[in-house]
């Protein structure tokens, strides 16, 4: 529990240290079997590079198809293996799938193809700024922005927001804090570019279009974007970090188990519910959810959930 303190229109301001760090420390101290679920996961590079072929097949004839089947196919197959790969790069970020940093880098750029946008480098260093300076003013681009909050208000306005997350996420951090670009970026950038250079006259403007809503439609009216919402926002004052132990938690890489994957990011998500059971104690009496729909309704419906519902740090 953090002592958070909040005002209205206003975050919750904390002034300790993100709760991550002491849990790890006393969970290493009873538990010390948990450095076994230390490592990589070995199927990890075959997942990805599977999901990536599938959706890079299916943009190649889904414009075959009538409008109506276009855009269910787009929908739970194309969105949802966009969400997937998402949250394939979150785990190789971690360096989770190889020992090396080349290796683990290598197939972030094969899994940020079907995502059209060169991301993936640029993820890996602001998502490590997110573990380590969690909720700190200027540095966790995870956070919306004052001017997200204040624009963004009540049921129609958390509406718009929501519809277009993806691109909040995308680019607030050039807002926030700019980071200096370096070689993987400039590798990442070039790889993807060329890539699509051969792959999108064989797939047409159908097939890019089926990659587009795939990455808008993962990104807003998919129940996976639901984690988006879960992981963070304040749904029970005193709590940072919010755990998911649902079924989409299998389509997902286990991202649902954030407390989890916050306390241990060296641990893959393969083995979060391993870490879980050894250690129920720390984490049964956290609040956690069981459905992802439930929190996207939470939170547009709710009154008292605002874009303001985040813990920050100065």
Do not use: C
């Not at 190649?60 to 276009?70: A, E, K, R």
């Not at 640029?122 to 380590?132: D, E, L, N, T």
């Not at 649902?246 to 393969?270: A, C, K, R």
């Amino acid at each position: 529990m953090n002592t958070a303190t909040k005002t209205k229109n206003d975050y919750y301001w904390a002034d300790d240290r993100e709760p991550h760090f002491q849990r790890r420390k006393e969970i290493l101290e009873k538990h010390p079997e948990v450095k076994k679920l230390f490592g990589i996961n070995p199927r990890l590079k075959y997942t990805t590079v599977l999901l990536v072929i599938i959706q890079l097949t299916v943009g190649l004839y889904v414009g075959q198809l009538s409008w109506i089947p276009f855009l269910l196919v787009t929908y739970f197959v194309g969105a949802t293996i966009s969400h997937a790969l998402f949250l394939a790069i979150h785990e190789i970020t971690h360096y989770l799938a190889f020992k090396s940093k080349k290796n683990n880098n290598i197939l972030a750029f094969i899994a940020n193809l079907p995502i059209i946008l060169p991301y993936a480098m640029s993820f890996q260093k602001y998502h490590a700024m997110h573990h380590w300076d969690q909720g700190k003013e200027g540095i966790d681009t995870d956070i919306p922005t004052e001017l997200e909050a204040k624009l963004f208000r009540g049921l129609l306005g958390k509406i718009l927001w929501f519809f277009n997350q993806i691109l909040f996420y995308a680019f607030r951090p050039l807002f926030v804090k700019r980071i200096k670009v370096d070689k993987w970026q400039v590798y990442n950038f070039l790889f993807q570019v060329t890539a699509m250079a051969i792959y999108l006259p064989f797939a047409g403007w159908n097939g890019l279009l089926f990659l587009v809503l795939s990455l808008i439609l993962a990104g807003s009216l998919h129940p996976t974007s639901g984690h988006f919402i879960s992981e963070h926002y304040v749904f029970k004052e005193g709590q940072e970090t919010y755990s998911y132990y649902g079924p989409l938690n299998l389509i997902t890489f286990n991202v649902g188990y954030h407390n989890e994957h916050h306390d241990f990011p060296t641990i893959p998500g393969s083995r979060l519910p391993e870490l879980k059971k050894m250690a129920p104690e720390f984490y049964d009496n956290l609040h956690s959810y069981n459905s992802w729909t439930k929190v996207i309704l939470g939170f547009l419906f709710r009154k008292d959930i605002t874009l303001y519902s985040r813990t920050k740090r100065k």
